[in-house]
């Protein structure tokens, strides 16, 4: 009985229970990190003291003010028993040489002062500091059988205007890797590069990947990661290059490939673009660097686009191609190619022409005559007009010719000092590639190259010698 007297005691009295709440005491309310070198970072600790004896319970600590992203809280307290104390731990981490202030804010259960605020100033100030820059962060090796041996070298160069201090180098992964020196301990001054020479000696031929980190005063990148890999790199995933071709396509046509579904395993992003464009004849007509890439299919046929991208360590992916096959839309196109510097002119005669007669001659200097019925379906038209490139094409297309017997025929019109050049005319007809055939011409001669009866769609090929042109002009 005389125990629970006093249990009842204790828990009316009203002095006991204000006791049982908590009473949050901060000190101190400002903290001063004083001068910091930019880009080196300043500890500072601030005391929550928990006065009360209930449990201060903090809710949230916030940082406010434009500079409150240099101030950062390294772990924020869920509560603090009554009547002691918790050490929070701050960083304060100058970008640049200036002053900077924000308020911190502790929120918690404290009733009478459920914010604190505290003042956090610093200064950042200017001092020489090292730089760390490394000419590759990757090096790969290729391939080299079990036993061999081979040795490639990162540079590494202190760019900054402080001493560069190499305090730690770890090597993980592969012991195929072998670092010439140690260059741990290693001070560098202002300007001077390190040469770290790595030995690929492989056991196997199953592939090897490894890293070395380089642990350095450079404020801003305490940590160097180097990466070599070999024989395909084992189970190192390289990053991997996706592209996205269009399904159909005609001549003259400008396609988009894209890249962008391109993505690197381990994340080493962003991503660079390598892309190599090599049209129906193995030339390579484009190389792009932008996550997509743009095509003009000037010819028919085949076009193939090969893109292999590059992850931020420098390791590049294998190559991923799509093909692109363009096909023309006309029931008829003529298309002439050469790839020298010279002037040729693709010339398509109906059976009422004459070469460079101003109307039945289809030509640079008469590009898309009335021909057949009233209309444009049954006209032809010099479509790509060629003075010199290289590699020249020209093409000339009818939608849907007339009955009639076409004559085509090229005209070698200036060498511009390219002499003699091979020329050659590919004939589709219905979309269809019925005749491919090349001749080497010199300056002024022509060479008949074939007629087309339509509507059959055959093609005769015409194997006259060349002639000299008498006009090189229409009429
Ligand atoms: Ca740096
Ligand atoms: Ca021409
Ligand atoms: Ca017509």
Request: glycine share 8%.
């Amino acid at each position: 009985m005389l125990s629970m007297i006093v249990l009842l005691a204790a828990c009316n009295g009203d002095q006991d229970f204000q006791a049982l709440k908590p009473d949050i005491v901060v000190t101190p309310e400002v903290l001063d990190f004083g001068e910091v070198v930019a880009d080196y970072s300043a500890p500072g600790t601030i005391q929550i003291f928990n006065a009360g004896l209930g449990i201060l319970e903090i809710d949230e600590i916030t940082i406010n003010g434009d500079d409150g992203s240099v101030f950062t809280i390294d772990e924020v307290p869920l509560e603090v028993p009554g009547d002691s104390e918790y050490a929070l731990a701050l960083t304060f981490l100058p970008p640049d040489p200036l002053p900077y202030t924000a308020t911190l804010t502790i929120h918690s259960n404290d009733e009478e002062h459920d914010t604190v605020p505290v003042t956090l100033i610093g200064t950042g100030i200017e001092a020489p500091t090292p730089d760390i820059a490394c000419d590759s962060l990757s090096l790969d090796f290729g391939t080299l059988a079990p036993g061999g041996s081979a040795a490639l070298w990162f540079t590494c160069t202190n760019l900054g205007d402080d001493d560069l201090y190499i305090s730690e180098m770890v090597q993980r992964n592969s012991g195929s890797f072998f670092l010439a020196s140690d260059p741990t301990g290693n001070v560098l001054p202002p300007g001077q590069p390190l040469q770290l020479i790595v030995v690929y000696t492989p056991t196997t031929s199953d592939g090897d990947n490894g890293t070395i980190t380089l642990t350095t005063n450079d404020p801003d990148e305490p940590e160097t990661v180097l990466t070599m890999v070999g024989n395909g790199g084992g189970s190192f995933e390289y990053p991997v290059a996706v592209v996205d071709c269009p399904t159909s396509a005609v001549p003259r046509e400008t396609v988009t490939v894209g890249g962008g579904a391109s993505y690197d395993p381990n994340g080493l992003e962003p991503l660079t673009y390598r892309w190599t464009v090599t049209g129906p004849y193995d030339d390579v007509v484009a190389t792009q660097s932008g996550t997509d890439v743009y095509v003009q299919l000037d010819l028919a046929g085949e076009y193939r686009v090969s893109l292999q991208v590059e992850n931020s360590i420098g390791l590049l992916s294998a190559p991923s191609v799509c093909r692109v096959d363009a096909v023309p839309e006309e029931e008829f196109h003529v298309e002439l190619i050469w790839k020298d510097t010279n002037d040729m002119d693709l010339h398509l005669l109906n059976s009422s022409g004459t070469l460079f007669d101003g109307v039945n001659d289809c030509n640079y200097c008469n590009v898309n005559p009335e021909w057949g019925e009233i209309g444009a379906a049954d006209n032809p038209t010099l479509d790509l007009d060629a003075l010199a490139s290289p590699p020249g094409v020209e093409n000339i297309n009818i939608d849907s010719p007339a009955d009639d017997t076409y004559s085509v025929k090229v005209h070698y019109y200036e060498s511009s000092g390219a002499g003699d050049v091979t020329a050659t005319v590919n004939i589709y007809l219905y979309g269809v590639l019925e005749g491919s055939y090349s001749r080497v011409m010199s300056r002024n001669k022509v060479w008949d190259v074939a007629q087309i009866v339509w509507p059959d769609g055959y093609v005769v090929e015409d194997d006259t010698a060349l002639y000299n042109a008498t006009l090189r002009a229409c009429e």
